[in-house]
């Protein structure tokens, strides 16, 4: 008999019941150390005070009202995003694929709007931009597509680093490039800084509309507040999501004035995206993120966690292989399976999350205090020597 919820996960036999900044607590009372931070999402920990007072005093005003009339939180949102970034305009969604929806949209119909036959859109392989039809067709790859046609058309995937492809397939003829400044499902694999500078080039050469993906990397997971940042470059598109509610389910298209101009009204829509609740607690998630102090505070935490992690793999080089990633946003190349090594997590109260290419990702909160981040790695190495012990 199927199971009453739909069994599209493969499910740890944990159950959380509270969480208090990095540290869940387990129905039987265990307390673990949170390295995950619900893939990316808890930015700021669990039940962070402030985060815990904007939700409620938003709750005890209202609730809900339609996009058919103004929202004070949204727009305080909106503003805060358009001071700190690129972007001259915001669409809210509540979730990173609802953001590709969009983005996907957006590209397309700016080409339309021109009169040109611009529909094709560019991906690499290793992409995660969701589950959607779109997102699915986006990213390409058997394993999410297999089943689901007739897919989205309009998609040309490429492998992630082949240059010599991608310049060959980049032409006049097409609409938008997609791309995660850093893979996250695909194993915490960023693109240098140099590739991100020359899509950029390649784009302005040919009148390609960059769409990056930093639904993952983005809201200061690398230590600048969005990861293209690093590179000096700025997208056309920008899909947002996961750690800009902190938790609550909230999303976001960004984009330039002129990128967004075929998005007129009637054109788009969403009767949650911009909710109240959702955005008066990212607003709050932007006052605290967005603050240059604190992201100099996520560089020297990640600096911190790096240079253990290599000790780490040091330590253990039958276990780990190497340490990649940027900032708060890090993977450990696993040579033991990466699932066992999540699974001996779970034995020293430590949640890491495992990703394609035999990595294991560890996300925490950005505000992980340095004894939690210390304590982690102890806990990984407890993991890694009991992987020794097994193996022996
Ligand atoms: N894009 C990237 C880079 C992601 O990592 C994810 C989720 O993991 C998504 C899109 C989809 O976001 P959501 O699960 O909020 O729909």
């Known amino acids: 008999m199927i199971a009453s ?3 599209t996960y493969s499910r740890a036999p944990l159950t959380f019941t509270s969480g208090e900044g990095s540290w869940l607590t387990e129905a039987d009372g265990r307390r673990f150390l949170d390295l995950g931070a619900g893939i990316a999402v808890n930015a700021l920990g669990h039940a962070h005070p402030a985060l815990v007072a904007a939700l409620n005093e938003q709750a005890s005003a209202l609730w809900h009202v339609s ?11 909106a503003d805060a995003l358009v001071d700190k970034t690129f972007a001259d305009t915001v669409f809210f ?45 986006a990213a390409g790859s058997e394993k999410m597509t297999k089943g689901f046609g007739p897919l989205l058309p309009g998609f040309t995937h490429l492998e992630f680093g082949d240059h010599d492809a991608l310049h060959v397939a980049a032409s006049d003829k097409v609409a938008a490039i997609m791309v995660e400044p850093v893979q996250g499902e695909g194993g915490i694999r960023p693109l240098p800084d140099a590739c991100l500078k020359g899509l950029r080039d390649l784009c302005d050469q040919h009148g390609i509309l960059m769409i990056l993906d930093e639904v993952q990397c983005g809201m200061g997971r690398t230590g600048r507040l969005f990861a293209h940042e690093w590179a000096g470059v700025s997208p056309d598109i920008m899909m947002v999501a996961k750690g800009i509610g902190g938790g609550f389910p909230l999303g976001a298209v960004l984009a330039t004035e002129d990128a967004a101009s075929g998005m007129t009204a009637g054109t788009h829509g969403s009767t949650y995206g911009g909710n109240p609740l959702a955005c008066a607690v990212g607003a709050k998630v932007m006052e605290i993120v967005g603050d240059d102090a604190f992201l100099a505070d996520v560089n020297r935490k990640a600096g911190l966690l790096r240079q253990k992690l290599e000790g780490l793999v040091a330590a253990y080089p039958d276990v780990f292989e190497a340490v990649r990633g940027s900032g708060l946003m890090l993977g450990l190349k696993c040579k033991a399976a990466n699932t066992d090594v999540v699974n001996a997590g779970f034995g020293q109260n430590v949640l890491t999350v495992p990703a394609a290419d035999n990595v294991i990702r560890l996300l925490p909160a950005l505000n992980i205090p340095d004894e939690d981040i210390a304590l982690a790695v102890e806990k990984l190495a407890k993991a890694a020597e009991q992987i020794k012990g097994d193996d022996a």
């Not at 058919?68 to 949204?74: D, F, G, H, M, V």
């Not at 690499?124 to 699915?136: L, P, Q, V």
Request: hydrophobic share 35%; net charge positive; charged share 20%.
């Open 5 to 7: 919820i739909l069994p």
């Open 67 to 77: 996009n058919l009339y103004n929202i004070p939180a949204q727009q305080k949102l």
């Open 93 to 137: 969604t509540n979730s990173g694929t609802e953001a590709c929806e969009l983005a996907v949209k957006m590209a397309r119909k700016y080409w339309f709007d021109k009169g040109e036959n611009r529909t094709e859109i560019i991906t690499f392989s290793g992409s995660f931009h969701g589950r959607s039809s779109a997102g699915i067709a």
